[in-house]
């Protein structure tokens, strides 16, 4: 799981062009709204890499498309490392 | 000559174009009722303008962004804002006896006064918010925004559920856009769109006109009025990106004083500028966003690059970029080097400003603050059969 949530800020850091001091801050209850300031952009890239990396089943936009407003704005990053464990395959194995 | 009462929000950018509207009727004869904050309202109203008054009431900042912004719009502006003008509308109505009431799509108390008495309505929509469902892939947000609707339906002492979208009045929706923007978006069929609305607003600060140099090609930079510490931190990305390139453009940037350290010749910064009688001098605008900036802007032909920050800023980037009017870049993380590039994409490459004239054409052929008169001034004339039956019907 640490490693996956490591790949996962490394994406994240990949869709925003942000650099390493920025990774290094970021937490499994950091936020994706509130806290990286993430734009619709950069999600629907976050979303389009985790589903080239981890497979058709990962569908974060799909995801957030099922969630209600006030989980939007509490969707963190370890929910989304959590989500991918639950739905990704890495080389042909179950990620989680 | 008809009687209609309008009801915006406490803000420039939804009372400037609604204000347009406002003195477009009065110079044709009808007369106008404002309810609202005097003090905010009377530099922008004609002078035999009434106005109902409502105090006006300092909310919560708006320094949110995202899906936190569209939170606290709702909780922390839309909904107090209703129930603290509703009883103020509602004694307006019934002093004034308008034939027409004409309530922004944020302004919901008009939506729910105009229930109450029947009366017939206009929705007026000044920014891009509420008109295209932008939330129509986020099902549950938009029934959560629904939700909002019905509480303040039942606040208001209404029974049962509103019968329709609080936001569209089943009789009429201004739109100060154009569908060469809102493209195939879904709307509702009485959307009437007219453009940019700017007839009789008064004119705007000095400006030093002897220093713009004909040799160098202009470019204005606008963000509105913000009070977040990222917005200092976007104008100096901003003007590190222009910082190599005063042999070919000048920037004139919009900005409290001191926002800017130390600019370069080429960069100049003042705290206001007369917006309107600059554009035609203009080769690119760099803006967040805001419907009335855009508008404005394309009305005279100048293609954007445009950083939106909430609200319905990023609907009108994507908007914009769609007509190929425009590039949108990111308001937090947009690096100078991104900047730069997109600045100058929007001056080197023609398309951008054929596009941006593609749309601008379409604007001003919709008839802007004269347009949105005459359909009020329609629907305040005397229904005929069918339309009272409908009308009837619609406020049963």
């Given amino acids: 799981?640490?490693?996956?949530?490591?790949?996962?800020?490394?994406?994240?850091?990949?869709?925003?062009?942000?650099?390493?001091?920025?990774?290094?801050?970021?937490?499994?209850?950091?936020?994706?709204?509130?806290?990286?300031?993430?734009?619709?952009?950069?999600?629907?890239?976050?979303?389009?890499?985790l589903q080239r990396r981890y497979g058709p089943g990962v569908d974060l936009a799909g995801y957030v498309a099922g969630l209600d407003i006030d989980q939007i704005i509490g969707l963190t990053v370890g929910e989304v490392a959590e989500y991918v464990a639950a739905h990704g395959i890495r080389a042909g194995e179950v990620v989680g | 000559m008809s009687r209609f009462l309008f009801l915006s929000l406490p803000l420039a950018g939804h009372v400037n174009p609604m204000a347009a509207v406002s003195r477009t009727l009065?110079?044709?004869?009808?007369?106008?009722?404002?309810?609202?904050?005097?003090?905010?309202?009377?530099p922008l109203l004609a002078d035999d303008t009434t106005v109902y008054p409502i105090g006006l009431r300092l909310h919560r900042g708006q320094s949110d962004l995202g899906m936190t912004a569209t939170r606290s719009r709702w909780e922390g502006y839309i909904v107090p804002h209703c129930r603290f003008t509703r009883p103020a509308v509602e004694q307006a109505v019934q002093a004034y006896r308008p034939d027409v009431m004409v309530v922004d799509q944020h302004a919901v108390a008009g939506a729910l006064v105009a229930h109450r008495h029947?009366?017939?309505?206009?929705?007026?929509?000044?920014?891009?918010?509420?008109?295209?469902?932008?939330?129509?892939?986020?099902?549950?947000?938009?029934?959560?925004?629904?939700?909002?609707?019905?509480?303040?339906?039942?606040?208001?002492?209404?029974?049962?559920?509103?019968?329709?979208d609080l936001r569209f009045s089943p009789h009429l929706v201004i739109a100060f856009s154009?569908?060469?923007l809102t493209g195939t978006a879904p709307l509702p069929e009485n959307v009437e769109f007219v453009g940019a609305a700017v007839a009789g607003r008064p004119p705007g600060a000095d400006f030093p006109w002897e220093r713009l140099d004909p040799g160098r090609r202009h470019v204005l930079v606008t963000m509105g009025t913000l009070s977040m510490d990222i917005a200092k931190d976007f104008y100096e990305r901003m003007v590190a990106a222009l910082r190599s390139l005063g042999d070919r453009l000048q920037a004139i940037v919009v900005a409290p004083e001191g926002t800017v350290a130390d600019p370069p010749e080429h960069v100049m910064v003042f705290?206001?500028?007369?917006?309107?009688?600059?554009?035609?001098?203009?080769?690119?605008?760099?803006?967040?966003?805001?419907?009335?900036?855009?508008?404005?802007?394309?009305?005279?032909?100048?293609?954007?690059?445009?950083?939106?920050?909430?609200?319905?800023q990023p609907i009108n980037a994507a908007q914009v970029a769609a007509a190929g009017a425009g590039i949108r870049v990111r308001y937090v993380r947009a690096t100078p080097e991104e900047l730069r590039t997109a600045v100058l994409a929007v001056?080197?490459?023609?398309?951008?400003?054929?596009?941006?004239?593609?749309?601008?054409?379409?604007l001003r052929a919709a008839g802007g603050a004269s347009a949105a008169a005459r359909?009020?001034?329609?629907?305040?004339?005397?229904?005929?059969?069918?339309?009272?039956?409908?009308l009837r019907t619609t406020d049963a």
Wanted: net charge negative; glycine share 6%.
């Fill in chain 2, 375 to 390: 359909h009020l001034a329609l629907l305040a004339q005397p229904v005929s059969s069918l339309r009272q039956t409908e």
């Fill in chain 1, 1 to 49: 799981m640490n490693e996956l949530f490591a790949e996962i800020v490394a994406l994240l850091r990949d869709v925003t062009g942000e650099d390493a001091e920025w990774m290094a801050g970021i937490q499994p209850a950091t936020t994706l709204d509130g806290d990286l300031m993430l734009e619709s952009v950069e999600l629907t890239a976050l979303s389009a890499a």
């Fill in chain 2, 26 to 42: 009065v110079q044709q004869g009808h007369e106008v009722a404002w309810a609202g904050s005097e003090s905010f309202l009377r």
């Fill in chain 2, 347 to 362: 001056l080197d490459d023609p398309t951008y400003r054929a596009a941006a004239a593609r749309v601008g054409e379409s």
């Fill in chain 2, 271 to 312: 705290p206001q500028v007369p917006m309107l009688d600059l554009l035609p001098r203009l080769d690119a605008v760099v803006s967040h966003g805001g419907l009335n900036t855009v508008c404005e802007t394309l009305s005279h032909d100048v293609p954007l690059v445009i950083a939106p920050i909430k609200g319905d």
């Fill in chain 2, 178 to 180: 154009s569908k060469a």
């Fill in chain 2, 118 to 164: 029947g009366l017939r309505w206009a929705s007026a929509a000044p920014t891009s918010m509420e008109l295209t469902r932008p939330y129509r892939a986020l099902p549950k947000v938009e029934s959560w925004i629904h939700g909002q609707l019905a509480a303040m339906w039942t606040a208001a002492g209404l029974s049962g559920t509103p019968p329709h």
